[in-house]
């Protein structure tokens, strides 16, 4: 498999990606917000994939890099008023280099330990930021965040998200259906056989969790701007287990997966609050479905349709 994306897929992307478009043209102000925070958290997602999808190990912590780069982008624009074609950036490598000393030591372990430390940098990410009051706002979080003048607006804005999150997606195909990802799902597959023909396992582990973190810090980065503010919530463990359910529902094998699960749980978590104070309950019985019936997600679940179709034809 090369960079090339399947016609199909190609197609559906250029209809998604153009019904977007056309979202601001229903003159809709929580269209658009709705919108704008389903595309936020479906490359937050699809960051997440390269780390569980494709290097096989589970993060706990992946919240930490979101954060990371939501923080330095609102305190580089707004305290050091830098312009965003610098302050967009360098939270972005802020967030790469973060996710590169993390899995330096993290890459030493695997399964559980993996994970369990992942889960513990990022709380000490959330400790930072809640106890750094003079610089990040601590419990009150970061407010005020100057938004340069030419996307402060609503539709201005998520014509911006709409680009930068198309972009990064494309960027993430490329270098996940490139000879570096198919390295990856090798060392996911067999990681002993991996080593034995010469792969550099903990190098490619901690290549993708750089991948990773810096594409979370690009999401992170924008959500600090959308929502004028950052919060310690952003690093919180409750964000990454979030996240992690989103890459699981929409199927961690499938690229596009993660994008779908995130979509949809967003979707799923803003009517329920509309009827049911229980959505944690709700978040928790999807869990349990995705565990026991869906383990390949909604993707997986396609699948399965699609080809009972086929064969009852």
Same mark, same amino acid.
């Given at each position: *498999? ?16 153009? =019904?977007?478009? !056309?979202?601001? %043209? ?9 919108? &704008?925070?389903?595309?936020? #958290?479906?490359?937050?997602? !699809?960051? !997440? ?22 923080y330095a982008n609102a305190i580089l624009l ?12 360098? =939270? ?11 899995? #330096?030591?993290? &890459?030493?372990? +695997?399964d559980i330990y993996f994970a369990m430390l992942? %889960? =513990?940098?990022? *709380? %000490? ?39 930068? $999150? ?5 960027? %993430? ?9 198919? +390295?990856?799902? =090798? ?11 010469? $792969? ?25 701007? #959308? ?25 961690? #094998? ?9 979509? +949809? ?16 309950? $709700? ?21 399965? $349709? ?8």
């Amino acid at each position: *498999m090369g960079w090339n994306m399947p016609r199909g897929v190609l197609i559906s992307c250029i209809v998604v990606v153009t =019904a977007l478009a !056309l979202v601001p %043209l229903a003159d809709s102000r929580y269209l658009i917000d709705i919108s &704008t925070e389903i595309l936020v #958290y479906v490359l937050f997602a !699809l960051s !997440l994939n390269v780390i569980i999808g494709y290097s096989g190990n589970v993060s706990f912590g992946h919240a930490a890099y979101f954060a990371i780069g939501g923080y330095a982008n609102a305190i580089l624009l707004t305290t050091y008023e830098w312009p965003l074609i610098l302050s967009f950036p360098t =939270a972005v490598v802020l967030s790469g280099l973060a996710a590169a000393f993390v899995a #330096y030591f993290c &890459t030493r372990l +695997t399964d559980i330990y993996f994970a369990m430390l992942t %889960l =513990a940098f990022a *709380m %000490l990410v959330w400790a930072i930021a809640f106890k750094w009051r003079s610089v990040t706002g601590g419990d009150d979080g970061f407010v005020g965040v100057n938004v340069p003048e030419f996307i402060d607006g609503r539709a201005p804005f998520f014509y911006f998200t709409l680009v930068i $999150v198309t972009i990064s997606s494309a960027v %993430l195909w490329m270098i996940c259906h490139s000879a570096f990802g198919q +390295t990856l799902v =090798a060392v996911r597959e067999n990681i002993t056989r991996a080593g034995f023909i010469g $792969v550099n396992t903990r190098l490619m582990r901690i290549g993708a969790f750089v991948v990773a973190g810096s594409f979370a810090g690009i999401a992170g980065a924008i959500f600090a701007m #959308y929502n004028r503010g950052v919060y310690t919530e952003s690093a919180f463990w409750t964000e990454s287990a979030q996240v992690l359910i989103m890459t699981l529902l929409g199927g961690m #094998y499938s690229f596009f997966g993660p994008a779908i699960g995130a979509a +949809t749980l967003y979707l799923l978590e803003r009517f329920a609050n509309e009827y049911t104070q229980y959505w944690p309950t $709700v978040l928790g019985v999807i869990l349990l479905v995705i565990v026991l019936v869906l383990p390949e997600g909604l993707v997986g679940l396609a699948k399965r $349709v699609r080809e009972r179709l086929a064969g009852g034809n």
